[in-house]
Nanobody
């Protein structure tokens, strides 16, 4: 059974940083691409970043490029999202997504205070 557990969200000041983590279990993590999505109040869920199984390829939404970094540690079955220079528009619930299994985590709230 695929299980994804996010952590690391919270309240941060404008311009601050947070690092989200997603611990995966129930599948062979190192073989599969992973993604981070987010959903702001009243908006649709949107892709933030994706990373290939080896970590060699990454993709970012234009709105977070050069501010966010997705990475993974296949030894720890964990994918990360380092978020720098946070803006009010980054306030959302952030979700981890296992692409192959179409499986979501429960989400972690990120709130950026202006």
């Amino acid at each position: 059974q695929v299980q994804l557990v996010e952590s690391g969200g919270g309240l941060v000041q404008f311009g601050g940083s947070l690092r989200l983590a997603c611990a995966a279990s129930g599948f062979t993590f190192r073989n599969h691409a992973m993604s981070w999505y987010r959903q702001a109040p009243g908006k649709e869920r949107e892709l933030v970043a994706s990373i290939s199984s080896t970590g060699g390829d990454t993709v970012y939404a234009d709105s977070v490029k050069d501010r966010f970094t997705i990475s993974r540690d296949n030894a720890k079955n964990t994918v990360y999202l380092q978020m720098n220079s946070l803006e009010s528009e980054d306030t959302a619930v952030y979700y981890c997504y296992a692409v192959r299994f179409r499986s979501w985590g429960q989400g972690t709230q990120v709130t950026v205070a202006s």
